[in-house]
C-alpha cells in the first residue's frame, strides 16, 4: 500500500472505527443557533473548546475574531504555515445552525445529541455544516499524520453567522484579506447533487428578492355593495405579476436574462442530471424558458420565483374588498446575467403595461452576488484530477450551484480561485427536523479528500 493509499485508508478508517462519530459527538452537543440571541457564548464556545483544540493537535495557530457588525457570532482563523513558498489552501466553514426545533423532530431523536441508525447520523448540524468542516479538517490530519508533514500551508476560517446572512464576514474579509490570502479556496457545504456521485461546485446562483405591493385605500369594504365597483389590488398585483412571465413560466423581462450560456458552461451542464428522489415533484419540460434543459434552467438560466403572496387574512377572511395587496418575490440569476439591470428593467416593464400603481420594494440586505471560478484555472482540473484518481470516476464538475454560497465574497476580497466539494445529499433535512448525514457518503468524503491533500502536498514534498 502506497502512502496515500495508506491516508486515504486511514481517514476513511475514521468512520469504521466510530471516531469521526465521537468528534461529531461533541460538536453537535453545543447548541449553536445563531438566529437565538441568547446563543452567543455558545457560538463562542464551539471554536474555542472545539476548533482550537483540533487545530493546535495539527499544529495551527489559531485567534478568535468579534464580528464586526452588532448581533453577530464570532470567527476563528487558523494557520498552519509549514514554507511561504509552498501553496496555501483556505477551508471554510460555519459553526452556527438554524433552530433546533426539537418538538419536531422525530420521537427518539434530540437535534443536540448524535443519533445512529443505520447508515444514517442524526443531529443539528451534521449535514450544515459542522459535520462537513469536521470532515475536511479530520482529512487534513490523517494526511499529516500519515506524511508528517502536509507539503502545502493551510488556513482555516470558521465563522458562525452563516445562518442569519453571513453577518460580518465581508467586513472580516476585507480587513484580514492578508491573513487569509491564499491560492485556492477549497471547502464543503450544501448537498452533492446525485448520492451516489461526487461533484465540484466552482460557485453559485445569485439572489434578489423583493416586494411588489398596492395600497388603494384604508380599510376593506363590503364586498356585496362595493365589489365590482372598486379597485381589486389583489386582482391588479395578480395581473402585474403575469406580465413578468407566460402562463407557462418563461421570463419576459429581457434585462433578467442572460444573453446565452457560455459554451464551456453549457458542455459542463450536459453531464448534470437532476433527479428530486421525489414522485411528488414534477418538472414540465414546458415550465420555464422554452429549449432548455431543466439542467440548463437549475444551473445556467435566470428563475423567477413568487415566494408569498397576501391579500386579506386568507386564514380568517371577511366579506370585503380588501384595501391592498402583498407579493414577496425572488430572482436567482448566475453570474451571466446583471443584476444591477433587474430592478431598474422591472419597474420599466410594470410601468409600460399599465401597473405604475404597483410599488417595488428591494428588501435590504437580501441581495446574494454569483460567482463562478473558471473551469480552465489549474486549480479546478488539479481538484477533478485527484478526485478521480482516488474514486476511479470523474466527478460532476458543476459551474455553480442552484443555491447561496458566499462564494463571490472570498473571490473578491482574496481573489483565489472558490472551490465547493459537498458531503451531504438532498434528502439530509438541512433546516428541518431529523437532520442528518449519510456514513457512506462521509466516509468517501474523507477518503477524497485525504487524497486532495495528498497530492496537492507532493509539490511540496519532493
Same mark, same amino acid.
Given at each position: 500500500?502506497?502512502?496515500?493509499?495508506?491516508?486515504?485508508?486511514?481517514?476513511?478508517?475514521?468512520?469504521? =472505527?466510530?471516531?469521526?462519530?465521537?468528534?461529531?459527538?461533541?460538536?453537535?452537543?453545543?447548541?449553536?443557533?445563531?438566529?437565538? /440571541?441568547?446563543?452567543?457564548?455558545?457560538?463562542?464556545?464551539?471554536?474555542?473548546?472545539?476548533?482550537?483544540?483540533?487545530?493546535?493537535? !495539527?499544529?495551527?495557530?489559531?485567534?478568535?475574531?468579534?464580528?464586526?457588525? /452588532?448581533? +453577530?457570532?464570532? #470567527?476563528?482563523? +487558523?494557520?498552519?504555515?509549514?514554507?511561504?513558498?509552498?501553496?496555501?489552501?483556505?477551508?471554510?466553514?460555519?459553526?452556527?445552525?438554524?433552530? @433546533?426545533?426539537?418538538?419536531?423532530?422525530?420521537?427518539?431523536?434530540?437535534?443536540?445529541?448524535?443519533?445512529?441508525?443505520? $447508515?444514517?447520523?442524526? @443531529?443539528?448540524?451534521?449535514?450544515?455544516? &459542522?459535520?462537513?468542516?469536521?470532515?475536511?479538517?479530520?482529512?487534513?490530519?490523517?494526511?499529516? &499524520?500519515?506524511?508528517?508533514?502536509?507539503? #502545502?500551508?493551510?488556513?482555516?476560517?470558521?465563522?458562525?453567522?452563516?445562518?442569519?446572512? =453571513?453577518?460580518?464576514?465581508?467586513?472580516?474579509?476585507?480587513?484580514?484579506?492578508?491573513?487569509?490570502?491564499? $491560492?485556492?479556496?477549497?471547502?464543503?457545504? +450544501?448537498?452533492?447533487?446525485?448520492?451516489?456521485?461526487?461533484?465540484? &461546485?466552482?460557485?453559485?446562483?445569485?439572489?434578489?428578492?423583493?416586494?411588489?405591493?398596492?395600497?388603494?385605500?384604508?380599510?376593506?369594504?363590503?364586498?356585496?355593495?362595493?365589489?365590482?365597483?372598486?379597485?381589486?389590488?389583489?386582482?391588479?398585483?395578480?395581473?402585474?405579476?403575469?406580465?413578468?412571465?407566460?402562463?407557462?413560466?418563461?421570463?419576459?423581462?429581457?434585462?433578467?436574462?442572460?444573453?446565452?450560456?457560455?459554451?464551456?458552461?453549457?458542455?459542463?451542464?450536459?453531464?448534470?442530471?437532476?433527479?428530486?428522489?421525489?414522485?411528488?415533484?414534477?418538472? %414540465?419540460?414546458?415550465?420555464?424558458?422554452?429549449?432548455?434543459?431543466?439542467?440548463?434552467? !437549475?444551473?445556467?438560466?435566470?428563475?423567477?420565483?413568487?415566494?408569498?403572496?397576501?391579500?386579506?387574512?386568507?386564514?380568517? /377572511?371577511?366579506?370585503?374588498?380588501?384595501?391592498?395587496?402583498?407579493?414577496?418575490?425572488?430572482? *436567482?440569476?448566475?453570474?451571466?446575467? $446583471?443584476?444591477?439591470?433587474? !430592478?431598474?428593467?422591472?419597474?420599466?416593464?410594470?410601468?409600460?403595461? +399599465?401597473?405604475?400603481?404597483?410599488?417595488?420594494?428591494?428588501?435590504?440586505?437580501?441581495?446574494?452576488? %454569483?460567482?463562478?471560478?473558471?473551469?480552465?484555472?489549474?486549480?479546478?482540473?488539479?481538484?477533478?484530477? =485527484?478526485?478521480?484518481?482516488?474514486?476511479?470516476?470523474?466527478?460532476?464538475? !458543476? /459551474?455553480? =450551484?442552484?443555491?447561496?454560497?458566499?462564494?463571490?465574497?472570498?473571490?473578491?476580497?482574496?481573489?483565489?480561485?472558490?472551490?465547493?466539494?459537498?458531503?451531504?445529499?438532498?434528502?439530509?433535512?438541512?433546516?428541518? %427536523?431529523?437532520?442528518?448525514?449519510?456514513?457512506?457518503?462521509?466516509?468517501?468524503?474523507?477518503?477524497?479528500?485525504?487524497?486532495? #491533500?495528498?497530492?496537492?502536498?507532493? *509539490?511540496?514534498? &519532493?
Amino acid at each position: 500500500m502506497s502512502s496515500r493509499e495508506q491516508a486515504v485508508a486511514a481517514a476513511q478508517g475514521l468512520v469504521d =472505527s466510530g471516531a469521526f462519530v465521537e468528534i461529531l459527538r461533541g460538536r453537535i452537543a453545543i447548541p449553536t443557533e445563531s438566529q437565538e /440571541p441568547d446563543r452567543h457564548a455558545d457560538l463562542h464556545r464551539y471554536l474555542t473548546d472545539q476548533i482550537t483544540p483540533a487545530l493546535a493537535d !495539527m499544529g495551527f495557530d489559531s485567534r478568535i475574531l468579534p464580528n464586526p457588525e /452588532p448581533g +453577530g457570532g464570532p #470567527f476563528l482563523i +487558523g494557520t498552519r504555515i509549514e514554507d511561504p513558498a509552498l501553496p496555501t489552501v483556505l477551508t471554510y466553514g460555519h459553526g452556527d445552525v438554524v433552530r @433546533g426545533i426539537p418538538e419536531q423532530w422525530r420521537e427518539g431523536l434530540d437535534p443536540w445529541t448524535v443519533a445512529v441508525e443505520g $447508515d444514517r447520523w442524526y @443531529g443539528r448540524g451534521t449535514a450544515d455544516n &459542522k459535520g462537513q468542516h469536521a470532515l475536511v479538517l479530520a482529512a487534513l490530519n490523517e494526511v499529516l &499524520k500519515v506524511r508528517g508533514r502536509l507539503g #502545502f500551508n493551510v488556513k482555516v476560517l470558521i465563522e458562525t453567522s452563516e445562518e442569519i446572512g =453571513s453577518t460580518g464576514l465581508d467586513q472580516l474579509l476585507e480587513t484580514e484579506a492578508q491573513a487569509l490570502a491564499a $491560492d485556492v479556496l477549497i471547502a464543503s457545504d +450544501g448537498p452533492r447533487l446525485v448520492v451516489e456521485r461526487p461533484d465540484v &461546485k466552482l460557485g453559485n446562483r445569485g439572489s434578489v428578492t423583493f416586494d411588489m405591493h398596492l395600497t388603494l385605500r384604508e380599510g376593506s369594504r363590503h364586498s356585496g355593495h362595493w365589489g365590482g365597483v372598486l379597485e381589486d389590488p389583489a386582482i391588479i398585483l395578480a395581473q402585474a405579476l403575469s406580465c413578468i412571465t407566460s402562463p407557462r413560466g418563461e421570463i419576459l423581462i429581457e434585462d433578467w436574462l442572460p444573453r446565452d450560456i457560455p459554451p464551456r458552461i453549457r458542455a459542463a451542464i450536459r453531464d448534470i442530471r437532476v433527479d428530486p428522489s421525489d414522485p411528488s415533484l414534477i418538472m %414540465p419540460e414546458d415550465w420555464g424558458q422554452p429549449g432548455l434543459t431543466t439542467p440548463e434552467k !437549475m444551473y445556467g438560466w435566470t428563475s423567477f420565483i413568487v415566494l408569498a403572496m397576501l391579500s386579506g387574512r386568507p386564514e380568517n /377572511p371577511v366579506n370585503g374588498v380588501q384595501p391592498a395587496a402583498r407579493a414577496r418575490c425572488q430572482i *436567482r440569476h448566475t453570474v451571466d446575467a $446583471d443584476a444591477q439591470k433587474f !430592478m431598474p428593467a422591472l419597474r420599466r416593464h410594470l410601468d409600460a403595461h +399599465g401597473f405604475d400603481m404597483v410599488e417595488v420594494e428591494e428588501l435590504p440586505g437580501n441581495r446574494f452576488p %454569483p460567482w463562478r471560478t473558471d473551469p480552465d484555472d489549474p486549480w479546478v482540473e488539479e481538484v477533478l484530477a =485527484s478526485l478521480t484518481r482516488t474514486r476511479g470516476e470523474r466527478p460532476i464538475l !458543476m /459551474p455553480n =450551484s442552484s443555491g447561496g454560497l458566499p462564494s463571490e465574497i472570498f473571490a473578491r476580497h482574496l481573489g483565489c480561485p472558490v472551490i465547493w466539494i459537498p458531503h451531504s445529499y438532498g434528502g439530509c433535512r438541512q433546516h428541518g %427536523p431529523d437532520e442528518h448525514m449519510l456514513a457512506p457518503i462521509v466516509r468517501e468524503g474523507l477518503g477524497l479528500m485525504a487524497g486532495l #491533500f495528498w497530492d496537492i502536498g507532493e *509539490r511540496g514534498t &519532493k
